[in-house]
């Protein structure tokens, strides 16, 4: 399996904290992303990397923002948590090279209450 | 905009039986197409295509690309209760290095 790890692996908040999550990669692939996964919509992106401190948005962005300022790390952070963005978060990594093979984390499951 | 579409979303079927799944894809700049399979937890890879027309094969899975449909089908031949999933296609860009999901097809075998 990629060396791929997720942090906390459950969590559970009240709207309106603040909420960092962690992804952690042994493999040094240049590509991280960050999705979630809700009923009836799949993965849906919300952030990727592309290399250290270089990012960009995904489609469901808004609430959410990230940083990379090692190539093993990305954090995704909720700056005032809400109740929508319950859900589970998976991150991925991939290589371009590789024409975006990705593995995924295990997974973190978020509940905002 | 850029879509993924699979279909059927839900889908249950016997054990024994084959069954196919189908991806098409509206994406500008396409690179390669992925299938992944998720259980109870992460999505675990499968295949990646990219070029029209070569199966790629794994057991009792196989999966093409047809580029000229902007499509592409898992077969799963001999279907066993442990085939029973979540089964996501993917599409990667080349314009921003994005990855786009469709939203899975959910198979279910029976014993």
């Known amino acids: 399996d990629a060396g791929i790890t997720q942090s906390p692996r459950h969590k559970v908040t009240e709207t309106g904290t603040p909420v960092t999550l962690r992804c952690h990669q042994t493999?040094?692939?240049?590509?991280m992303y960050w999705y979630r996964q809700d009923p009836g919509h799949g993965l849906r992106l919300i952030h990727y990397?592309?290399?250290?401190?270089?990012?960009d948005k995904g489609e469901v962005s808004d609430g959410y923002s990230v940083s990379r300022s090692k190539t093993e790390d990305f954090l995704l952070t909720l700056e005032s948590a809400t109740s929508s963005q319950t859900s589970v978060y998976f991150c991925?990594?991939?290589?371009?090279?590789?024409?975006?093979?990705?593995?995924f984390g295990p997974g973190t499951r978020l509940t905002v209450t | 905009e850029d879509k993924v579409v699979q279909s059927p979303l839900s889908l249950v079927v016997h054990e024994g039986d084959t069954v196919t799944l189908n991806c098409s894809y509206e994406?500008?700049?396409?690179?390669?197409l992925l299938w992944y399979k998720q259980e109870k937890k992460a999505p675990t890879f499968l295949f990646m295509l990219?070029?029209?027309?070569i199966e790629k094969k794994s057991g009792r899975l196989s999966s093409i690309l047809d580029k000229k449909e902007l499509s592409s089908i898992l077969n799963i031949t001999a279907t066993q209760t442990g085939d029973s999933a979540i089964y996501l296609c993917?599409?990667?860009?080349?314009?921003?290095?994005?990855?786009?999901f469709g939203k899975g097809t959910r198979l279910h075998i029976l014993p």
């Open positions: 991925a990594i991939s290589e371009k090279d590789r024409d975006y093979e990705q593995y």
């Open positions: 990397s592309y290399g250290v401190k270089d990012t």
């Open positions: 493999e040094n692939h240049r590509y």
């Open positions: 990219t070029s029209s027309g």
């Open positions: 993917a599409v990667g860009r080349n314009r921003d290095d994005k990855i786009i």
């Open positions: 994406v500008t700049n396409f690179r390669s």
